[in-house]
């Protein structure tokens, strides 16, 4: 292979820009192992997200750039991930993204949003864990189809080797939640600080090995949940799920200025139930009047509720669904706001890029 053209092709590349980030893939390191052997260019695109909604428009905007050099008449590209850590704040632990999925308002569809928003991340190849700190009202073993079952102990050996719960697996993601430890048919008087304990405990007592996005499902309201959350470790960024109409948006409202006020950034909003039932528009209205993405529109659809009832999320029992598809695009929205933030956290691009 000729340096020459080598540095042409290289030269060439860092004309094409990842859209999300708005700098060229060369400059963003995004682009690895570059060979051109009998008129084949070689290379890897290490994307921020496996999750990467653009693989398309890097195939072409490659094959733009480079097809027409001399010396190149196929452009073959393989696809790496390293998703960069966008936590606001250090933690001690490989985690490298911390996302709280809030509402305000009840029986909005969080549970349902957070557990197919880990696994669509998980079937495009993440690192993905779900935490239920939902603790008085636990509804993701049922949603991702795990029994009341108590998960096994590590370690404990030595003395500075801490006992760790293993947490489940279903789909690919990690899951934690209060319903795998206490009976749900007997129901327990908590105190404040006790669901305090529990929500931080889910992180350092549960052996949760490297992952790429931890998802949490926050209870309704605007209070202790979030607090203990936002208090136990540094977050990411916040989505908040509403409903199309006005009531429910009033609590998104109350939802965002929480997290404004415990300094969570908040990623963007999902519309959730969209159609006849509740109007559709409310929630894409409330990002624009608030300045934030607004990450997706999921229509109200029997199969939602059948998936989340019979342990199997729409996007794995009916992915084709307008639901599904709608589901799997919030994924790579939510992923794509992630990557973004991460970058200019670690001063990659510059802050006013954001939203
Ligand atoms: N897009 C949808 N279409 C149809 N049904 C849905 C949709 N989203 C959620 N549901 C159903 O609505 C009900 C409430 O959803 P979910 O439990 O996810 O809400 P939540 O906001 O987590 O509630 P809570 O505030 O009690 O935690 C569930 O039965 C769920 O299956
Ligand atoms: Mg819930």
């Known amino acids: ?26 400059t963003l390191d995004m682009v690895r192992d570059l060979t051109i052997e009998n008129g084949v260019a070689n290379f890897t695109i290490v994307l921020t997200t496996p999750a990467c909604p653009l693989k398309g428009v890097f195939i072409r905007e490659c094959e733009r750039v480079l097809l027409p050099i001399d010396g190149i008449d196929h452009v073959n590209i393989k696809w790496d991930a390293n998703v960069p850590r966008g936590l606001h704040g250090n933690l001690d632990m490989p985690l490298q993204n911390i996302i709280a999925v809030g509402s305000g308002k009840g029986g909005v569809g969080k549970s349902t949003v957070a557990t197919n928003l880990a696994v669509s991340l998980a079937e495009q190849g993440a690192r993905v864990g779900l935490m239920d700190a939902d603790i008085l009202g636990p509804n993701i073993p049922t ?13 404990g050996e030595g003395e500075n080797d801490q006992p760790k719960m293993v947490p489940f697996e279903a789909y690919g993601v990690k899951v934690m939640s209060m319903g795998f430890l206490a009976d749900p048919n007997t129901p327990m008087i908590w105190r404040g600080p006790m669901l305090h304990g529990a929500i931080r405990q889910f992180f350092t007592d549960v052996a949760w090995g490297e992952l790429d996005y931890m998802v949490v499902d926050l209870p309704p309201g605007t209070g202790d949940a979030a607090l203990s959350l936002a208090q136990s ?3 990411t960024g916040a989505v908040i799920v509403t409903q199309p109409q006005e009531v429910a948006l009033e609590d998104a409202r109350r939802a965002i200025g929480m997290f404004n006020k415990l300094n ?3 990623l963007g909003v999902v519309e959730n139930m969209a159609g006849e039932v509740y109007g559709q528009g ?54 794509a706001r992630i990557s973004v933030v991460a970058m200019a956290n670690a001063n990659v691009i510059p802050l006013n890029i954001i939203g």
């Open 1 to 26: 292979m000729s340096k020459a053209l080598h540095e042409k092709a290289m030269k060439a590349l860092s004309t094409v820009i990842e859209p999300e980030l708005g700098r060229d893939i060369v």
């Open 143 to 155: 949603m991702v189809g795990l029994g009341f079952a108590k998960p096994h102990v590590i370690g």
């Open 233 to 235: 470790v540094p977050l």
């Open 264 to 266: 969570v950034p908040v």
């Open 282 to 335: 409310g929630g894409e209205k409330l990002a624009e009047t608030r300045n934030l993405p607004f990450l997706g529109r999921v229509p109200l659809q029997g199969v939602v509720r059948e998936g989340g009832d019979a342990g199997k999320p729409v996007v794995i029992s009916d992915p084709d669904s307008d639901a599904g598809k709608a589901f799997y695009a919030l994924a790579q929205n939510v992923a």
